[in-house]
């Protein structure tokens, strides 16, 4: 076994899906995904309008790496059901973003999906900051293994 | 997808190397001197771990005058970083932030 296999670097999809069911209608769900104020509260500060093929940014504190700035644009609008944008930084993750609401017994089925990362450049890591201590973790399972 | 070396491995498991790395990638080029004074760690030692560092290739060196400078060279991590997998722990975070304000939100 290589070393890379626990970290998971190796075997890694190309694309993201966070997925829940959350206990709250569909049309409250919306607004939280789509008015800026509210978009604020759980991701960061931002000028989003869902309005098809308005650019937005959203912007938190620089780090080492990555100024801070994700550059969007809306691409896909079916209220209370489906959103989409890209999400770009400068750091040279050029991706995209899918949320799909779906109703279900006891709430809507929340589904994200972000895709369209590239295997090989060497922009992917200079994001990664954010992830520091979790690939800290990671590293020295790893070591303590070997 | 370039195998991690072991001297990769090596240089990231100790605290301490980790902290200077960690330094020089937030702070930019630094001396020896500079990441000695606040390290809490002698000169020689500090030397020796970013010899360390260095044959990683996690940090590289300028010689300039009496002093040596060191620059982060965050390229380096490339091997072992699996970026989607960190995307995905921001978007998990994220979803937990969403779900307490929808908690807060009126209908």
């Given at each position: 076994m290589t070393p890379q296999d626990p970290l998971g670097a190796s075997l890694a999809p190309r694309s993201v899906v966070v997925e829940r069911l959350m206990t709250h209608p569909p049309e409250k769900i919306w607004r939280a995904l789509t008015q800026g104020h509210l978009i604020a509260e759980w991701l960061m500060p931002n000028d989003f309008r869902?309005?098809?093929g308005a650019a937005f940014e959203l912007r938190t504190k620089p780090m080492p790496q990555w100024d801070g700035v994700v550059r969007g644009e809306v691409l896909e609008v079916e209220p209370n059901q489906r959103l989409c944008y890209s999400w770009k930084t400068s750091a040279g993750m050029d991706t995209l973003v899918a949320w799909t609401l779906t109703p279900e017994a006891g709430g809507t089925r929340v589904r994200l999906e972000q895709s369209g990362f590239r295997?090989?450049?060497?922009?992917?890591?200079?994001?990664?900051t954010y992830g520091w201590q979790r690939f800290v973790e990671a590293l020295e399972k790893v070591v303590a293994g070997t | 997808m370039p195998t991690p070396s072991s001297e990769l491995f090596t240089a990231l498991s100790d605290p301490t190397r980790r902290a200077l790395f960690e330094r020089l990638s937030r702070e930019g080029e630094l001396t020896v001197w500079r990441l000695t004074a606040?390290?809490?760690?002698?000169q020689p030692a500090v030397s020796k771990h970013l010899a360390v560092l260095r044959a990683a290739g996690l940090v590289r060196d300028r010689r300039e005058g009496r002093q040596t400078h060191y620059t982060a060279q965050?390229?380096?991590l490339r091997p072992l970083v699996d970026w989607v997998g960190l995307q995905g722990a921001f978007w998990r975070d994220r979803f937990d932030a969403l779900e307490t304000l929808l908690d807060r939100m009126d209908q």
């Open positions: 869902p309005v098809v295997a090989d450049e060497e922009a992917n890591f200079r994001g990664a | 606040d390290s809490g760690v002698s965050p390229q380096a």
